[in-house]
C-alpha cells in the first residue's frame, strides 16, 4: 500500500484490531482444548491429549459426527445440481417475471432463519416426516440454496456467451454444449459452491435445532446443548475438530479455484 | 468407421435428451432448468404459509391448542406487553451498533486487502479472514466463552496485574462484541469487490491535487465504494437483527433478541399462535428496512445483472 506514514500506521492499526478479533477465539479454543485439568482456566494446566482421547470413547459424539457428516452431504448433493441449473437459468436465459423469480430464489436468505426453521419444523410435522434425518439435510440445502446459486451465477457472468455459440457453430448439440463447454467454464463456481454448502451445512445449528430430537441431534445442536450447562475441556476438542475442517476447506478453496477469486471486482 | 466409446455415449444421451425435451419445449428450457429451485423454495413457502395460518389464532387456554375461530389477537398481545417493544428496541440497537462497528471495522481491512502488494500479506489476510468464516457461531460464540469468562483469558490477565476481576459475559456488550466477530467476514467480502474496482489512479489523482489521504477517503474512496457499503450494511443489519446463537450464548438470557422471545414462545410458553405472529413481525420489519435502503441508496452490490 502506498501513502503516508500516517495512513499506512491507521489502516494496518486497524487491520490489527479486526486479525486479533477474528482470530483470538480460534486460537484460545486450540489452545485449551490441550489442557490436563478439569476445567478450563488460564494459563491451562499442564499439556495432554487426553480430552481428545475422552472424545473418542463417547458413544454420542461419534454417532452426532457421523449423522452431521451425512446431513451435510445430502445438503450438498441436492444443492450441486439443483442450484448450477437454476443459476445457469437465470443467468443465461430470457425468462419472464425475471425480477419476481430473483426475489423468490432469495427468500431463503432474506427470510430468518428461526422463522425458516420454525416453518419447516411445522410443514415436516404436519406431514410426518419430522424426526427423519433426510428432511434436515434437504431443509439445510434449501435455507443455504442462495449461496449456490450466487456463486455458479458469478461464474456464469463471466463467461463469455459466445464460446457456447461456436460450440453450437461447430455443430455441437444442446446437451453435448452443456457438458463440454458451459459446465467446465462454469466449474470454479460450482466448486467454491459446494464446498460452501458443506460447510455451512456442517456448521448449522438453528435450523438444525427444530428439526432434530435426541435421536437425530447433529453436531452443533449438541455443543449448542452442552455449552449451556457445564464447559468442560472435551468441548474445545471439539471445536478443533471444526477448526480444522475449516481449515481443509479454506486450503482446497485455495488450490481448486484460489481464494484471489474473491478480491474480483464488480 | 469406429467412434470412440465416449462419442456412442454422448450421442446415445443427446438422443434420449432429444426424446424428453424435444425441440418444441425449447422455450421452455429456463423453466426446467429451474423447476427443481423453485419446487425447494416451495418448500420453505408452504412452511411459511402455516406459520401466517397460526398467527392468526388464539391459544386457548383451557386446552393448551389454538382456537379455531380466525383473530389478530396474538398480533394484538405483541403490541399490549411492554416486553415486545423492549426486546425489538434491544434488538434494533444491536443491528445498528454492529453494522456501524463491522463495516468501520471490514473497510480498512478491504482496502488493505485490495492494495497491498505483497502476495503473501494478502494470502494470510485472507486466509485469517476465511477461517472464521468457514467456522460455525456456536464454536466461535464457545472462543469467546473461554476468553471472556469468569476464569478466562481477560480476567486472568486482570488477575495476574492484581486488578479486580469484572464480570465480562452475559452482558449486552458481550453480544454485540461476538456479533460484530461473527459479522466481520460477511461484510469484509462485500466490501471488496467495491474497492477493487476504484482505480488506484484514482486516489494518485486526488492526492497529486494536493488532498491529504483522509480527504482522498472521504471525497474519492467511500463515495465510490457506496454499493459495497450498502451491501455490507444491508447483509449485516439483517443478519445481526434475526440472530438467535449469540445473544442467547453470550448474553445468557439477559439480552434476548426477537429471535429468543419467537423460541420461547414456541418452546417455553408454548403459545406457536404467539411466537408465530411475531415471526411475522420479524419478517415485515427486516423486509420493510430493506426494502427502504434499497428504495433510498440503490441495491447497490447486491443487485443480481442477468441476460440483456
Sequence with gaps: MRGSLGKRLVIWGLVWVSLVTLSLPTLIVIGASFTAGEIIRFPPEGFSLRWYGELWQLDSFRAALARTFQVSLICTAVSLPVGTLAAIATVRYRIRFRNAVQVYLLLPFTIPLVVSGLSMMILFGEIRILGQLWPVGVALCIINLPFMIWSVAASVNAIDPEIENAAMNCGAPPLQTFLTVTLPAVMPGVITGGLLMFILAFNEFLVSLFLTDSRTVTLPVQIYNSIRSVITPDLAAVSVLYIAIALIAVVLLDRLVGLEIFLRSK | ?308
Excluded: C
Excluded at chain 2, 41 to 56: A, R, T
Excluded at chain 2, 265 to 293: D, E
Design chain 2, 1 to 308: 468407421m469406429k467412434y470412440p466409446l465416449s462419442w456412442r455415449l454422448l450421442d446415445g444421451l443427446e438422443a434420449a435428451a432429444a426424446v424428453l425435451w424435444p425441440a418444441r419445449l425449447r422455450r421452455l428450457t429456463a423453466w426446467g432448468l429451474l423447476a427443481p429451485a423453485l419446487v425447494l423454495v416451495g418448500v420453505l413457502v408452504i412452511g411459511l404459509g402455516y406459520m401466517l395460518e397460526y398467527s392468526l389464532h388464539e391459544l386457548d387456554l383451557a386446552t393448551y391448542r389454538l382456537t379455531e375461530a380466525y383473530s389478530l389477537t396474538n398480533y394484538q398481545t405483541i403490541l399490549d406487553r411492554p416486553v415486545y417493544a423492549r426486546v425489538l428496541g434491544r434488538t434494533l440497537l444491536g443491528a445498528v451498533l454492529v453494522t456501524a462497528i463491522a463495516v468501520a471495522l471490514a473497510f480498512p481491512y478491504a482496502y488493505a486487502l485490495v492494495r497491498t502488494r505483497s502476495a503473501a500479506l494478502r494470502k494470510a489476510l485472507l486466509v485469517a479472514l476465511f477461517l472464521p468464516f468457514f467456522i460455525g457461531q456456536v464454536v466461535r460464540a464457545y472462543g469467546w466463552l473461554i476468553v471472556l469468562g469468569r476464569e478466562g483469558l481477560v480476567n486472568s490477565a486482570l488477575a495476574g496485574m492484581g486488578l479486580p476481576t469484572v464480570d465480562l459475559l452475559f452482558t449486552y456488550p458481550a453480544v454485540i462484541f461476538g456479533l460484530v466477530q461473527y459479522m466481520l467476514p460477511f461484510a469484509i467480502l462485500l466490501l471488496v469487490p467495491a474497492l477493487a474496482a476504484i482505480p488506484e489512479d484514482m486516489e494518485l489523482a486526488s492526492e497529486s491535487l494536493g488532498a491529504r489521504w483522509i480527504s482522498t477517503f472521504r471525497h474519492v474512496v467511500i463515495p465510490m465504494a457506496k454499493p459495497g457499503l450498502i451491501g455490507a450494511s444491508v447483509v449485516v443489519f439483517t443478519l445481526t437483527l434475526t440472530d438467535f446463537a449469540m445473544p442467547e450464548i453470550l448474553g445468557g438470557g439477559t439480552s434476548d433478541f426477537i429471535a429468543s422471545a419467537i423460541y420461547d414462545s414456541f418452546f417455553q410458553i408454548s403459545n406457536p399462535g404467539l411466537g408465530a405472529a411475531l415471526s411475522m413481525v420479524l419478517v415485515t420489519l427486516g423486509s420493510l428496512i430493506v426494502a427502504g435502503v434499497f428504495l433510498v441508496a440503490g441495491t447497490g452490490t447486491l443487485g443480481v445483472r442477468g441476460a440483456k
